[in-house]
């Protein structure tokens, strides 16, 4: 069996945690606190302007088009929900959202994430992802190195996703895109040819999962010809744990000792909230 280099094609990894004391708001992170709770009032003003059967009527509406909309897996627009749900009553959004939210997880047990930089203004529903790593393991035949049999579709994809996202986190949090295609290779995915299940692997890594806010595919400044990184995307942070990946890739290594790759530990235990075997 080989070791971890093999699997991810990479050089030893090293992680390190910086803690820093906890500071006072600038005053640009103040003012946009207080930018939030006006916008906030306003909102719940205009709401109260509103006929309670038609807020409720809206509030019911927004609730179906988020859940309708996320089927997709692609980042719900704010200037959407106004045009297509709230119209007239877009004023109220900022009230009418939060609401939203607190429904989808009170009902449905989902949640409504508000998304960050080049995504802002967008909004996603975070379900955990729960992937049978047995039925992968026992379909890749306990290696990761060899060509695996890939379920029927939806699964297929879900299955891709973890280890691509997986191969990532074993490789530091970022993957070129060569050393990937490399790897996958080895799974019997080539990035020239179609895939019996996945039909044309590179747009589904670099548009579809990206699209969906799975992957981040960034290429490096200031390389000609172009050299792309894979990360992960904001959903994936949401819906996928670490713990997950790592536990994945220690069933494919004949159930290894999740604690025998330091650094990647070290980053699940710190994305888990641990310091020192303690929770925080």
């Known amino acids: 069996m080989g070791d971890l280099h093999d699997f991810c094609d990479c050089k030893p990894i090293v992680c390190y945690v910086l803690h820093v004391d906890d500071e006072m708001p600038s005053g640009s992170q103040m003012s946009a606190s207080q930018s939030m709770t006006q ?3 306003q909102a719940e003003k205009a709401a109260q302007n509103m006929d309670p059967a038609e807020q409720e009527k809206r509030l019911n509406d927004l609730v179906q088009y988020l859940l309708i909309m996320d089927q997709k897996k692609i980042p719900i627009k704010k200037i959407d929900i106004n045009k297509q749900v709230l119209k007239e009553f877009s004023k109220t959004f900022p009230y ?21 930089d080049k ?7 975070v379900n955990r992802i729960d992937t049978d790593v047995d039925e992968l393991e026992e379909a890749g035949h306990g290696h990761i190195l060899t060509p695996m049999k890939w379920p029927e579709e939806d699964n297929s994809k879900t299955g891709l996703l973890l280890v691509v996202l997986s191969l990532v986190f074993m490789n530091g949090e970022v993957m070129q895109d060569t050393h990937l295609w490399h790897t996958l290779r080895k799974l019997g995915i080539d990035q020239d040819m179609p895939h019996e299940v996945f039909g044309d692997t590179k747009k589904l890594l670099t548009q579809e999962f990206v699209r969906q806010g799975y992957i981040e595919y960034i290429r490096q400044p200031n390389t000609d010809p172009a050299v792309y990184d894979f990360r992960w995307g904001q959903r994936a942070r949401h819906e996928i744990s670490k713990r997950t990946c790592l536990n994945f890739v220690c069933q494919l290594y004949d159930d290894r000792d999740p604690e025998q790759w330091t650094s990647q530990y070290a980053a699940v235990l710190e994305d888990e909230g641990v310091q020192n075997g303690v929770q925080t």
């Open 39 to 41: 916008s906030m009032t």
């Open 96 to 116: 009418m959202i939060k609401k939203a939210g607190e429904k989808l997880l009170k009902v449905f047990g989902i949640e409504l994430i508000q998304l960050e």
């Open 119 to 125: 995504l802002k203004g967008t909004y996603m529903l």
